[in-house]
């Protein structure tokens, strides 16, 4: 263990102690308490089943108690109540600094005057450092120090942290989190355009200098909640076969052949269900509206499907069998005699379920579905998943698309890909996952 990793254990629990001390033991409690109330609320369920449902998670050396007990102690020692001097660090510091090594009180002081934000990594080096950007902020890549999280972590990966800066050189925190992509996509959105409104420009520094904290700071604690209900939910949820709004996942296709070709295509255009491609205009996401919006700044829609014209045919695929439904309605009151019927192809994960059961009586849910089952369907939707992502912009490719990526840098997309492969394999039943295909389609070498 390095000095600094010591003097910041010896700060973290030095201040963890005092925190369940009067005067603060009272305010500690309600701090922690509301934290709990807010991941309850947010997941349906009381108190006791989260406790429940928490405890049975193994993450290791570490509990899933214990990192959630990490939110709230570095979350409260941010928190200042009537003025900035009443806060438990300051407090601390200004009565018992003489208990502590001149870098756990740095260690103490950073911790206090940084909050949270979202790390991804570039690089690491197993048992030692990880490269890593703060991508809300948008700041220079650097150099942080960390044994144990530089061997779990992979490129691309996405952590909650702090990043502390002890003696010219950078420390995670002990609380680290992962999230998943789509959501911080969504939340850079929101980020960066409350930097613009208060006109906050980071990219020159590797990290926030002390005077500009208080700026930066306002912006980052405004969703600091919602980082912490996500990465719960992430850690939480597994890999289910049915979509944000409940419904079963399969594969569904509509074939039309069309009769009037540039009247179709003005009225796709012009239906808000359908949000046109940029890059393909002949390509349609067909949305519907999010039954349960978890987040403040979560989209109000899902994809649940698309369509493409090629030549005369109207090409559609819904992830749903009542999206399915809805699509073929929804076309026939707009297009009428502008296409033909369509022609439908439905493949429903139960039915090779439903074939091997001796008794229909009883409802089949996702645990009835054997293991082979799953895993052919899990593996048709990431097949299609990743057939469609080669050519969408992915963010951590630069905002470039995996075909564009592979050309200018491969090795970068070859990363992107491992972390896919990664995800996927931890899904499937098998636990692998082909993807030389994809590798044929961008034109690169797949290593043994």
Known sequence: MSKITASFNQAWQQIADYCKKSPWKERFQEHGDNYLELFCEEMELSKQAFINKISGINMGPETMQGKIFGITIETFIEKEFDSPEDN???????????????????????????????????????????????????????????????????????????????????????????LGHDFVKLIKKHVQKDLKEKNLNFKKYEIVPKELLPAANEVLRKYTPDLFIEAIRYMLTPMTIVNPNNEVISFNSLNYIIKD?????????????????????????????????????????ISVGDLEIKGDKLLCNTMTKPASERLIKLLQENLGNLVSMPVIEHEDIYDETRKKKKSPAKQETEDDIPDEIKQEVLQQYYDQHLKKCLDEKIPVLNNKTPRQCAKSDPKRVIKWLDMMEDSAKKQLPSGEYDMSWVYKELGLKQED
């Open 261 to 301: 070709r540039d009247k179709v295509i003005e009225k796709l255009n012009s239906m808000p269900e359908f949000e046109k491609d940029d890059e393909n205009k002949l390509f349609w996401i067909y949305t519907e509206p999010r039954k349960k919006k978890f987040l403040p700044m979560q989209q109000k829609t």
């Open 88 to 178: 438990v660090a300051v407090e601390y510091l200004k009565r018992r600094k003489w208990k502590m090594s001149k870098e756990s009180a740095v260690c103490l002081e950073e911790m206090k005057d940084r909050c949270f934000t979202i790390y991804e990594v570039v690089d690491t080096k197993p048992g030692e450092y990880l490269i890593v950007k703060d991508i809300l902020l948008d700041t220079k890549e650097i150099k942080v120090f960390e044994e144990s999280g530089s061997r779990a972590l992979k490129p691309f990966d996405l952590i909650i942290s702090k990043a502390l800066q002890i003696n010219g050189e950078y420390y995670f925190t002990g609380t680290v989190f992962t």
